[in-house]
Every structure is written in structure tokens, then in C-alpha cells.
Nanobody, 117 residues
Framework: VQLQASGGGLVQAGGSLRLSCAAP???????????MGWYRQVLGEERELVAD???????NYADSVKGRFTISRDNAKKMVYLQMNNLKPEDTAVYYC?????????WGQGTQVTVSS
């Protein structure tokens, strides 16, 4: 699955951003079979799960973002979104879209999110 992430940027603490991830070259049935997720990575640290979502819409969040971030997907459009509200400086990272299922575990290019205090 080829993934294209977008929507990062610079925002002040307390602000919001919406990340988008598209899979335009993936057939719909393949996309629908994947658990889609957002991960983030700070330079020098391990990549960590932010949130993921199944085809049916079941979600899972890191404790640090619960109540502030919302992951969603549009299976018909082959899109995944991450709405990030009340952003904090510690949310600063490169955010990656992920599609996993079966034997595959695919990554998009990262998008930088920077939150200033």
C-alpha cells in the first residue's frame, strides 16, 4: 500500500491540525483489509503509536493523546485522518501513516508537526 501523508505544520500550543493520509493507488478492498494508524517519531527516539483504526471503526489511542486526538477513516475514499486538538509542545514530531494487515506493514512519508509554546 502506497501512502501519502499531508497536513503537518507549525502551530501554537492549544491549536489544532488535521493530518490526512491517502492511498490513491490501492484498490478499495485492499485498503479496507488494513488496520490504519498514525505513528510519530522524535529524532533519536523510537517511533510510537499515536492511534489506529480498524475497518469497522474500532479505535486505539496512546494515553498521551486520549481526549485530544481523533482518528477516522473513509473507506470509500481510501483516506485516514488524524484530528489533533489542544496540541502541546510534546506533540512535536514527525508523524507517519501506517497500513498493516496480513504480511504487510507499509509506511507513508512523514509529515512534520511542530507545536510552539
Amino acid at each position: 500500500v502506497q501512502l501519502q501523508a499531508s497536513g503537518g505544520g507549525l502551530v501554537q500550543a492549544g491549536g489544532s491540525l488535521r493530518l490526512s493520509c491517502a492511498a490513491p493507488r490501492t484498490i478499495t478492498s485492499t485498503f479496507n483489509s488494513k488496520v490504519m494508524g498514525w505513528y510519530r517519531q522524535v529524532l533519536g527516539e523510537e517511533r510510537e503509536l499515536v492511534a489506529d483504526i480498524t475497518r469497522a471503526g474500532s479505535t486505539n489511542y496512546a494515553d498521551s493523546v486520549k481526549g485530544r486526538f481523533t482518528i477516522s477513516r473513509d473507506n470509500a475514499k481510501k483516506m485516514v485522518y488524524l484530528q489533533m486538538n489542544n496540541l502541546k509542545p510534546e506533540d512535536t514530531a514527525v508523524y507517519y501513516c501506517n497500513a498493516r494487515g496480513g504480511l504487510s506493514n507499509d509506511w507513508g512519508q512523514g509529515t512534520q508537526v511542530t507545536v510552539s509554546s
